[in-house]
């Protein structure tokens, strides 16, 4: 079956624009996650969707960083006045369930790159 | 604040040497995963340890969580080239509801 998808696969942007980064996950999870991998780096924890609510957004790293999940679905990471520091590429996972006993399904990820 | 250190970083192995990754915990895990990442790809689940002291296999591919649930390991045995990628445990601390991932460690084979 389709695993995660995420759209654009790459996004070049200048300093102070605004983007946003689409996540589509397996169908039926609940769980969405969204994590920045900076290079040699591990995935750097986001934000987490319990269906359409924000269980968890301690990950942020600032109020230009805001993501949401309408219909518990399709989720949009979006990045206000993107500073050079925001370049990375953006990992959306998603799991059947929001607890620590499911595996989480990565996508391709979205690599941001702010001139 | 919480944090996963793996160790080493880097490791160039010979085809059909050994490998092992460590990942230790500042604090007790609930569980532990580990996953493989490919050059150029995005991080794939390798498995999920729960239990204290619990060990399992896949294949080549040895894991084990410590006793005190603060570290665990990947062993591969006589590796071949399809094992290049980055390795990465990722813990679930206590009542936490992220996944704290390690920084990984990259091994690269040599045929």
């Known amino acids: 079956g389709a695993g995660v998808s995420q759209t654009p696969s790459n996004k070049v942007t200048e300093k102070g624009k605004y983007v946003e980064l689409r996540c589509d996950p397996i169908s039926g999870h609940t769980a969405l996650y969204w994590y920045r991998q900076s290079l040699g780096q591990g995935p750097e924890f986001l934000i987490y969707?319990?269906?359409?609510?924000?269980?968890?957004d301690s990950g942020l790293p600032n109020d230009r960083f805001f993501a949401v999940r309408p219909e518990g679905s399709v989720s949009t990471l979006k990045i206000q006045r993107t500073e050079r520091g925001d370049s990375a590429v953006y990992l959306c996972a998603s799991s059947l369930r929001g607890q620590l006993a499911y595996e989480q399904f990565f996508g391709p990820g979205t690599r941001l790159t702010v001139l | 604040g919480q944090q996963v250190m793996q160790i080493p970083q880097y490791q160039h192995v010979q085809e059909g040497e050994d490998f092992t990754t460590y990942c230790n915990s500042s604090?007790?895990?609930?569980?532990i995963q580990w996953y493989k990442q490919r050059p150029g790809g995005h991080p794939v689940f390798l498995i999920q340890l729960v239990k204290s002291g619990e060990v399992k296999k896949q294949k080549r591919l040895t894991f084990q969580f410590g006793e005190a649930k603060k570290n665990s390991s990947l062993h591969i045995t006589a590796t071949q080239t399809t094992d290049v990628g980055t390795y990465f445990c990722?813990?679930?601390?206590?009542?936490?509801?992220?996944?704290?991932f390690g920084s990984g460690t990259q091994l690269t084979v040599l045929p």
């Open positions: 969707f319990q269906g359409t609510g924000a269980a968890d």
């Open positions: 604090t007790t895990l609930s569980n």
């Open positions: 990722a813990g679930w601390m206590g009542s936490a509801r992220q996944l704290t």
